[in-house]
């Protein structure tokens, strides 16, 4: 609540607080504006007791752990606020009653007393209740915002990781079509140029849906160049026009992209890389099935980073809202991979 808020809600209970014993007022006597202001203050004793520890007892000597002053107070307080709220009570009663009342035993006084030494002690314990329940708030606050920092700067740090890799492999494949076709290789740096546009300027927070997959397909086009005809590969996308706005975390995707096409295609075998993108008012699921060649284990290229660093992503920019399987078939010829990701921020996929 903002300030403004709290202090209306303050003004307001107390109201309700200094009319509450206004209904136990005799019909039979006048009600005057006197007994009102009188009668009325009789609550006081319950503010100062509140705010006491509100304002100053409890943030200033029981969440520092000086608990021993914070009782020795209170219990003081509360006794001399009880004895004076006591004789205020009792003088009431004698200035606004026709008839005289017999005073009442020493017991009697003890009492009424302890009577009211209670009400101020719940007065003064919901008021710490309450102190230490915001601050206990405050400090949740900090923590999800120290803790959203956190994920935040790891997800760019990972970017910023994953870039380079990126460009290392799309790299290494101009350099190798170089050597095989020196025009495709110029038109093929043309093709990466776009690509590292959308790497460098256009990924610092969140992007649309479709300039995403038109970075995915300038990189499938850039890879196709070196491919020769025995390769199938396809990019099939069905999305309606109202998701194309839809914003996604940037290149969350295009390391399963990269690992088709390292493990997918053979130089000389009948290979294939099947990419399906869908999307509704829920989901995006993104599905890649390719033929599988794995390397053998002398090839360490890559150390398998773009692929852990995409798990790390999944997990910061989409918590409880993604699914990612991936698995070759039985006879391993094969490669599935697919990621969901759920649009609604109070879907957990846990459940």
Do not use: C
Not at 96 to 119: C, K, M, V, W, Y
Not at 145 to 154: G, L, N, R, S, T
Not at 235 to 240: D, G, M, R
């Amino acid at each position: 609540m903002s300030k403004r808020t709290t202090i209306l809600l303050h003004i307001a209970i107390w109201v309700v607080v200094f009319l509450t014993p206004m209904p136990f007022v005799s019909r039979e006597r006048t009600i005057t504006l006197e007994m009102i202001l009188h009668v009325s203050m009789a609550p006081l004793f319950t503010i100062v007791a509140f705010y006491a520890n509100y304002l100053w007892l409890t943030p200033k000597y029981f969440v520092r752990n000086e608990k021993r002053i914070y009782w020795t107070v209170n219990i003081i307080g509360v006794i001399v606020l009880g004895v004076l709220a006591h004789y205020w009570l009792h003088w009431l009663h004698l200035h606004f009653d026709g008839t005289a009342s017999p005073e009442p035993t020493l017991l009697g006084h003890l009492f009424l007393i302890l009577r009211n030494s209670f009400q101020l002690t719940i007065a003064a314990s919901i008021a710490t209740t309450i102190q230490l329940a915001l601050r206990w708030q405050q400090s949740e606050n900090a923590r999800m915002e120290a803790e959203a920092a956190h994920a935040e700067a790891e997800l760019k740090n990972l970017r910023w990781q994953m870039n380079p890799h990126f460009m290392l492999n799309t790299m290494n494949n101009i350099y190798a079509l170089t050597a095989i076709d020196p025009k495709r290789a110029q038109i093929a740096i043309q093709e990466f140029s776009q690509l590292m546009r959308h790497v460098l300027y256009d990924t610092q927070q969140q992007v649309p849906l479709s300039e995403e997959i038109q970075f995915m397909q300038n990189y499938v086009q850039l890879m196709k160049i070196r491919m020769q005809n025995h390769v199938d590969v396809q990019f099939n996308i069905v999305i309606p026009p109202s998701s194309k706005s839809v914003q996604i975390a940037p290149l969350i995707f295009i390391s399963l992209v990269e690992n088709a096409f390292k493990h997918g295609v053979s130089p000389t075998s009948p290979s294939f890389i099947h990419i399906n993108l869908t999307t509704d008012e829920d989901k995006i699921v993104f599905n890649i099935h390719n033929s599988n060649y794995p390397k053998n284990e002398d090839d360490q290229s890559g150390h398998g980073i773009g692929l852990n660093q995409v798990q790390r992503r999944l997990s910061l920019a989409y918590p409880g809202r993604h699914e990612w399987i991936y698995r070759p078939t039985e006879d391993k010829k094969e490669y599935h991979s697919k990621i969901t990701i759920y649009l609604n921020e109070n879907y957990n996929s846990n459940h």
